[in-house]
């Protein structure tokens, strides 16, 4: 069941959006507990009246005017209740259903601004049975309305406990503009959303918010429920952000803090706007980096949208301090697949939309990724698996699937402000760190360029670059790694499989490119290459400006351009072998100006 605290609720507090006309159905499930000199209250009939005795709206009047601090409302039986009037509480309440678990339904129907429960009191606390659901049914053409679950006040944070049952609102009419499952304009806590936790919000012409606050949404354990938004416009299944309609207020801390583990469902889907399905204006805090057992995520993130679509995104720094394992697919469809009224509509704007699987506009610190999978798919625009503007570290390996195709273009691994003016960080702070190996396939696809790892920094990988790493582009450049400081890796027995309709490039530096352990091929029939490299005007297997240097190469390499230049290794000032030459390499240069200009090193 759930545990729901609140001081001092003003009614109704967030009275920005119009147009609202839902469904909504508050199933709550929480902690149950039951002090002693509760009020013990039977609702046995399903009676709206408030003197009919062992009614509902005549239970919640007796504790009202009983003033105790502690309460019960036991249901009798399966009860299908119609109101005309939200339950409004001013003391503590812990619903229960019969021993045989009977499912009881409240309902309340007609044009309302109001939530569905309301809770006006001070330091109200509520527990709600899983089997008990309460609904509130909006007629279309019945005018304007607020679409809330769950709300808390201006003046005071919303506060709930153990999450086990559902939050849901619904909206069909085109007269809704937003619904929100379960909000509030001051913060958000919670204790533990557990695996049965349902909280869904959907509107087929509006935006829709799940779990959403305006000044920062803290949940001390684990996220292992399910989360699902769905609408015409901007969707957020859990965040801290502004809500369509709503001004925010001026608030310290609007960051995003799971303290135990991300391990349940978040689905975040839009016919026609932004997408998120964890999105945190300030920073976003998964786990306790003092805590080995927190900060993990195994479960399934599912976002589809239009203009940006994002899976886990922070305005801030993002740390997610446990080892992922998750299934994250995060698609821009490109168009919108439903019609939007035209009030609705965003005016348009030359900026390519951007769809991220785990994006940070400051600093993005991971545990490490020993499995899952994260794909990035945009039909009209950017595409990016992990990203930051500021700088990534994964400490522990990536041995996980990145799989991603964007038409302009796609980066699996990046660091970098080229999509936004990022002055107060220099290029040379935009690093990637992976500190262990790299076993997973990480592949990227384009119209446009298409680079695996992009770093405006430096570029490390402490252990052994063993897995695939493929890029694509069929109208531009592709790239294996790519960095303004040096490459550095421990040594590489995988793959680099690189075929650009420009230039294709393996690994490249603007300074140096070390591979200390040196490159090692698996196969000794070099039927399995380390680097398979093909460009149209030009082709390069491993280059640096300033230095390479290799601990030795018993690999195999394939460089060739249709029409240009290929050169297997080179740089433009030192290039050191520190070990063997015993790998296999072939270089093909071709096209009527350059069909000679071919080279193994420059």
């Not at 902690?31 to 709206?57: E, F, Q, Y």
């Not at 990724?369 to 698996?385: F, H, K, Q, R, Y």
């Not at 680099?496 to 200390?516: M, N, Q, R, Y």
Request: charged share 15%; aromatic share 4%.
């Amino acid at each position: 069941m759930m545990l729901v605290s609140t001081t001092s609720l003003t009614p109704y507090p967030i009275v920005g959006m119009t147009k609202r006309k839902l469904i909504l159905t508050c199933l709550l499930a929480a902690i149950s507990w039951r002090p002693a000199g509760a009020v013990d209250l039977t609702v046995s009939n399903t009676s709206k009246d408030v003197s009919v005795t062992n009614s509902l709206p005549w239970a919640v009047a007796q504790i009202n005017s009983q003033a105790q601090s502690s309460n019960t409302i036991t249901f009798e039986g399966a009860l299908d209740i119609e109101l005309d009037n939200p339950l409004v509480l001013e003391y503590p309440v812990s619903f229960q259903t019969d021993a045989a678990g009977n499912p009881v339904r409240v309902t309340r129907t007609g044009n309302a601004i109001e939530p569905v429960l309301h809770l006006d009191g001070e330091s109200i606390e509520i527990s709600v049975p899983e089997q008990l659901t309460f609904e509130l049914l909006q007629p279309e053409n019945e005018g304007e309305m607020q679409l809330i679950g769950v709300v808390g006040s201006v003046e005071n944070a919303l506060h709930l406990g153990q999450v086990d049952g559902t939050v849901r609102v619904d909206s069909q009419s085109d007269e809704t503009g937003a619904v929100l499952a379960v909000g509030s304009p001051k913060k958000l806590m919670v204790e533990n959303i557990g695996e049965t936790a349902r909280i869904e919000a959907s509107s087929a012409y509006g935006a829709a918010y799940g779990m959403v606050s305006l000044s920062g949404v803290d949940i001390k354990g684990n996220l292992d429920g399910t989360i699902s938004v769905e609408g015409a416009t901007e969707v957020i299944a859990l965040g801290s952000d502004t809500i369509e309609g709503i001004v925010d207020p001026e608030s310290v801390d609007n960051g995003v803090i799971i303290g135990g583990s991300i391990n349940g469902n978040l689905i975040a889907i839009s016919s026609g706007g932004d997408a998120f399905a964890i999105r945190a204006e300030g920073d976003l805090l998964i786990g306790d980096t003092d805590d080995s057992g927190t900060g993990n995520v195994t479960g399934s993130v599912t976002v589809e949208g239009v203009d940006d679509i994002e899976g886990c995104s922070s305005g801030g720094n993002l740390v997610m301090a446990g080892d992922y394992s998750a299934a994250m697919i995060v698609t821009g469809t490109g168009t919108p697949s439903a019609p939007v009224p035209v009030a609705m509509v965003a005016s348009p704007d030359d900026t390519p939309s951007m769809a991220v699987g785990i994006g940070a506009k400051g600093y993005l610190t991971m545990g490490s990724m020993s499995g899952g999978s994260i794909a990035v798919t945009n039909a009209d625009g950017n595409a990016l698996g992990i990203g930051s503007m500021s700088g990534i570290t994964l400490n522990g390996n990536l041995d996980g699937d990145i799989r991603v195709e964007g038409s302009e273009f796609a980066s699996a691994v990046v660091a970098t402000d080229s999509f936004t003016d990022q002055d107060d960080i220099p290029d040379a702070d935009r690093n990637i760190l992976i500190d262990g190996n790299i076993d997973g396939l990480i592949s990227v696809a384009s119209e446009g360029d298409a680079t695996v790892m992009m770093a405006d920094g430096s570029l490390t990988v402490t252990g052994d670059l063993g897995g695939n790493l493929a890029a694509s582009s069929s109208g531009g450049s592709a790239s294996g790694m790519v960095a303004g400081g040096p490459v550095s890796i421990g040594s590489m027995s995988g793959e680099v499989e690189v075929s650009g309709a420009i230039e294709g490039l393996g690994i490249v530096s603007e300074d140096a490119v070390i591979i200390s352990g040196g490159i090692i091929d698996g196969d000794a029939n070099y039927e399995t290459l380390n680097f398979d490299i093909s460009g149209g005007q030009f082709a390069a297997g491993i280059g640096a400006d300033n230095r390479v240097e290799i601990g030795g190469f018993d690999g195999s390499m394939n460089v060739e351009s249709s029409s240009g230049p290929a050169v297997g290794m080179f740089s433009f000032r030192e290039l050191e072998l520190d070990g063997n030459l015993t790998g296999s390499v072939s270089v093909t240069g071709g096209g009527r100006c350059c069909s000679n200009w071919s080279r193994l090193f420059l």
